[in-house]
DNA sequence: GTAACCGGGATCTGCCATTTGT
DNA sequence: ACAAATGGCAGATCCCGGTTAC
């Protein structure tokens, strides 16, 4: 470990003279490398190795707009970068090229986080090669990187990537999950070992203290369920379980149930979110007429209607209502929240259109694919006596 | 055939604050 | 003091279809 910093002190140095070697081509790299020489003899301070230099670097400045880089939005996230004497734009620009990013990818790429031009080639490739390991193409991760630059760049540890891979397999995520996690949630990767260790270990103790029979399993079922879990804090995942049990009178094996099946999508929601989701469902639903058992059952059976947003849950309870649906028929069926209120809106139109009786036949058609719903449809025209 | 169940795909980053390192 | 590295936050669904069971 100690080597790791001799090495990156090395390969800055070996950069700077490798650069101007293979890029030939490259005048304005080479100014940027005897800028600071310049400056260095005319203070001529202390002692020798840093240039004080607060001013940025021209060239690299005129190389970022050569490749197209939107210079103000890098200056604004990361104005360091762009004083320093030696990067590697150049060299980063041709390593994604090869990879099969195109140019304004590149730009967008620099200016969303600029200190992607501090890594070198070394570093890049190695990198890239881990990332390989989970992805099937370059091409995927050229995405990965468009979408979120950050998650590739922001760590320069390569050595904690790999521990992380090799602990989230030791999990028992497969290549797939693996696959997904990466895609989904590509921060995870970023994460120090430690962090996502801290959270594994937290989602254990909280099997196990909730009398789990097998807390190794636990946190796996959990990664799988809610992708997003491990760029969560433990603190956040924690508020969240203590305002399901406190609102919901959770037994531990309720509680517990709840996790290992759908609950766990909710988890990372933030705290206030949730708990004011939950607010106002349990005044609505009570409005309506509904007992504290109707709002635990609901709950304990569909989650997920804690993540859909307070108005647009209203608005899609109101036009079911509207249109004819009970809340009782809701209840049994909460998954046709699902689907959006247009999509809602639309159906319910249309079955009303056919004279279709939700009391006799019940809401299932509206929890269906267009495709599945559109079949129906036709049968029902077919045949209108059917129902 | 179709209801019931279930899991998965798309996507979820970009900013700020704090800590660490030189 | 500065930049780098890392942690954490807010934001806020919808849809599809395979499989199983009747």
Redesign the pocket.
């Known amino acids: 470990m100690a080597t790791v910093?001799g090495v990156r002190a090395l390969l800055s140095f070996h950069r700077s003279v490798t650069l101007q070697r293979s890029f030939g081509h490259i005048p304005a790299q080479s100014t940027s490398t005897f800028l600071p020489r310049g400056l260095c003899s005319a203070p001529a301070k202390s002692s020798e190795p840093k240039p004080p230099v607060?001013t940025e670097n021209v060239s690299l400045l005129e190389n970022l707009n050569l490749m197209g880089v939107d210079v103000k939005?890098a200056r604004?996230?990361?104005?360091?970068?762009l004083?320093?004497a030696f990067t590697n734009e150049q060299g980063l620009a041709r390593f994604l090229q090869d990879k099969g990013a195109s140019r304004r990818v590149i730009a967008s790429i620099i200016s969303?986080y600029p200190?992607a031009i501090?890594r070198s080639i070394e570093h890049l490739e190695q990198r890239w090669a881990l990332w390989r390991d989970v992805f099937k193409t370059d091409g995927e991760i050229v995405g990965?990187l468009d979408?979120?630059?950050?998650?590739f760049f922001?760590?320069?540890?390569n050595g904690?990537l790999e521990k992380n891979i090799a602990f989230l397999t030791s999990l028992g995520l497969n290549t797939?999950d693996l696959h997904?996690l990466l895609?989904?949630?590509?921060?995870t990767f970023?994460?120090?070992l430690?962090?996502n260790r801290q959270m594994v270990e937290f989602l254990e103790d909280t099997c196990a203290e909730l009398g789990g029979t097998n807390p190794e399993q636990f946190p796996k079922s959990i990664i799988?369920?809610n992708?997003?879990i491990l760029?969560?804090?433990?603190?956040?995942v924690k508020t969240n379980i203590d305002i399901l049990r406190a609102s919901l009178k959770l037994s531990d094996s309720e509680m517990l149930a709840l996790l290992q099946?759908?609950g766990a999508?909710i988890l990372?929601?933030?705290?206030?979110?949730?708990k004011n989701n939950f607010n106002r469902l349990q005044e609505r639903m009570v409005s309506l007429g509904c007992r504290k058992a109707d709002i635990k059952k609901l709950i304990l059976s569909y989650p997920?209607v804690l993540?859909?947003?307070t108005?647009?849950l209203s608005s899609?309870l109101d036009c079911l209502l509207r249109g004819g649906v009970t809340m009782k028929q809701i209840l049994e069926?909460p998954?046709v929240?699902?689907?959006?209120?247009?999509?809602?809106t639309g159906r319910l139109g249309e079955l009303q259109r056919m004279g279709y009786d939700f009391q006799k036949n019940?809401i299932?058609?509206l929890?269906?694919?267009?495709?599945?719903?559109d079949?129906?449809i036709e049968?029902l025209s077919a045949s209108p006596e059917t129902k």
Do not use: C, H, W
């Open positions: 910093a607060n939005m604004q996230r990361q104005p360091g970068v004083r320093k969303r200190r501090t990965i979408r979120s630059p950050e998650s922001r760590s320069s540890d904690n797939k997904r895609s989904t949630a590509p921060r970023s994460n120090s430690e962090l799988s369920r992708l997003y760029i969560r804090s433990t603190k956040r099946g759908p999508e990372d929601l933030s705290n206030e979110y949730l997920m993540y859909i947003g108005d647009t899609k069926k998954k929240l699902d689907y959006s209120t247009e999509n809602i019940g299932n058609i929890d269906s694919s267009r495709k599945r719903f079949a129906k049968r």
